[in-house]
Nanobody, 119 residues
Framework: QVQLVESGGGLVQAGGSLRLSCAASGSIRSINIMGWYRQAPGKQRELVAHITSGGSTNYADSVKGRFTISRDNAKKTMYLQMNSLKPEDTAVYSC?????????????WGKGTLVTVSS
């Protein structure tokens, strides 16, 4: 059973920082693209950033220069360092990954972690 578990969310003041983690566990043979998504109240889920197994990254314009995505392939863990946080960054942040388990590639989602940025 493959699972993605996020951690690191919480309440922070505007201008502050948080570091999110997403740990993959279970019967995993390989992990391809991993990504962070967020959904604010009343809004659609949006891509925040993604990272390939080789380390290539892509960011939403709204977080460029403030957020940094990274991954440790040996630990099967992805991170999101969030600096200069703004109230509009408030959302549930979820991780997503394409994982080879058994003989099939599948997309998996974590349950999410809440980030609240106060003004």
């Amino acid at each position: 059973q493959v699972q993605l578990v996020e951690s690191g969310g919480g309440l922070v003041q505007a201008g502050g920082s948080l570091r999110l983690s997403c740990a993959a566990s279970g019967s995993i043979r390989s992990i391809n693209i991993m990504g962070w998504y967020r959904q604010a109240p009343g809004k659609q889920r949006e891509l925040v950033a993604h990272i390939t197994s080789g380390g290539s990254t892509n960011y939403a314009d709204s977080v460029k220069g403030r957020f940094t995505i990274s991954r440790d392939n040996a630990k099967k863990t992805m991170y999101l360092q969030m600096n200069s946080l703004k109230p509009e960054d408030t959302a549930v942040y979820s991780c997503n990954a394409d994982i080879l388990s058994d003989l099939r590639w599948r997309e998996y989602w974590g349950k999410g972690t809440l980030v609240t940025v106060s003004s």
